[in-house]
Each structure stands twice: as structure tokens, then as C-alpha cells.
């Protein structure tokens, strides 16, 4: 048999729940809307920046294709009947302590740049690719191949640039004659291939990083506001 005793202690227990829930829920408001409100601010300082930056990432001659579904950068170009195609991932620029970090580890005098694939397509039934990296605004080639000219969507769709690696057969350049090299190196710069080129590359990448990061706060945003 229930006394009135049992009755309101229960009755006060129920009271402290109902009171300790709010409290939770009222906690829960006061944090979400304390991260929209941070989320909020870097979404407009980072916009700004994005105003400030997106002027520089242009170049003459080279269109540029790239989504806020995908960290893939894909460049074009066309001199005379020769199309260049380079693709890269956005990346996110690392401050100076820790690009030495990664100089120490990877045993390079290089700093940290962007991998990149290069596909030279002189509209035939063969087009030449090279895989190959920036560096502080310069251009270091790494290794060449060939690709059916047909494949070519195919190469650029892949996920990654291990991926893109394994369709093309590729050669270190260390193996090639300097005197070939020095050929390759003034080919490429023809069809603009050059500093001005990893520079732009370097800029695009990180910017890319930048829009995709801006993305992402304005979902989280939205989700939380």
C-alpha cells in the first residue's frame, strides 16, 4: 500500500528528471547556438579572403573545371593543334614549421608542393603523360608515359593520382639523357608549361581547399541555425 510519504517522493523525483532534462535540453540550445554564431564568423572571415584570392588564381589561357563535390582540379589549355591537360588535387597550405617537418621526413631539399599529372595531346592517337610535382613555384617532373588518346577522359576521372599513375605506363626521367631532357623541358615550355605554371597550380589548389572548407561551414551553418 502506497503512504503519502512514497506518493511524494516519488512525485519530487519525477519533478527533479522533468527539471534535470530541461536543464540538458536548455544546454544543448545555448551550445548549438554558440557554434552557428563561431561557424558563422569564420564563414565571413573566410569569405573575404576568398574575395581577396580568387582574382590572383587566374591565368591567360587556361580554363580551369573544379566542384565543390570533388578536391580534383582539372586545367586546360590549347597551343595550335596540341591540347595540355593538367590535374591536381586542392590542398591545404601548410605553415613554415611544419613543410621542414616534411622536408626532414620525405629526405628532400624540395619543399611540399602539389602532385600533379600532366597530358600532352597533340590530337592523334597518342598523347604523352607526365606525373610530377611543384615546389615553391617551381616544376619538377618526376616520370612519362603514353595513354590512347581515347582513355584520356577515362585517366582524369580517376580518384586519385595513384590511380591515374596505374593507367598510364610510366618511366622515371631520371633514366632519360639530359640532352633529351633539356628538349622535353623547352617542348613543355612552349605549351606554357612552366614556373608561372606551378605557381598557379599552388595557388589553385590551395584556393580549391579554401571553397571546399567555406562549403563545409556553410552546411554546418545552415544544419545548426
Not at 10 to 25: C, E, P, W
Not at 136 to 148: R, V
Not at 166 to 190: G, R, V, W
Request: glycine share 4%.
Amino acid at each position: 500500500m502506497k503512504t503519502l510519504h512514497s506518493i511524494a517522493k516519488r512525485a519530487v523525483l519525477r519533478g527533479t528528471r522533468a527539471g534535470f532534462s530541461m536543464q540538458k535540453v536548455s544546454s544543448l540550445k545555448a551550445a548549438e547556438r554558440s557554434l552557428a554564431e563561431v561557424i558563422g564568423s569564420e564563414y565571413s572571415e573566410h569569405l573575404e579572403e576568398l574575395r581577396e584570392r580568387e582574382p590572383i588564381a587566374k591565368m591567360p589561357n587556361w580554363l580551369c573545371e573544379s566542384n565543390l563535390k570533388s578536391t580534383k582540379v582539372v586545367l586546360y589549355s590549347k597551343e595550335q593543334n596540341t591540347r595540355v591537360i593538367v590535374v591536381f588535387n586542392a590542398k591545404t597550405a601548410q605553415p613554415m614549421g611544419v613543410r621542414e617537418e616534411l622536408m626532414l621526413e620525405s629526405g628532400s631539399n624540395l619543399e611540399p608542393g602539389v602532385e600533379f599529372l600532366l597530358i600532352v595531346d597533340p590530337l592523334k592517337t597518342q598523347s604523352v603523360v607526365f606525373t610530377g610535382r611543384t615546389s615553391g613555384g617551381d616544376m619538377a617532373l618526376e616520370s612519362t608515359g603514353f595513354i590512347l588518346s581515347k582513355n584520356i577522359q577515362r585517366l582524369i576521372n580517376q580518384p586519385s593520382l595513384v590511380h591515374r599513375r596505374s593507367i598510364c605506363c610510366s618511366s622515371p626521367l631520371q633514366t632519360i639523357s639530359d640532352a633529351t631532357m633539356k628538349h622535353f623541358e623547352n617542348y613543355l615550355s612552349n605549351l606554357g608549361v612552366d614556373h608561372r605554371l606551378a605557381t598557379f597550380i599552388e595557388e589553385k589548389s590551395q584556393l580549391h581547399e579554401l571553397n571546399l572548407y567555406q562549403n563545409w561551414l556553410k552546411n554546418l551553418y545552415i544544419a545548426l541555425d
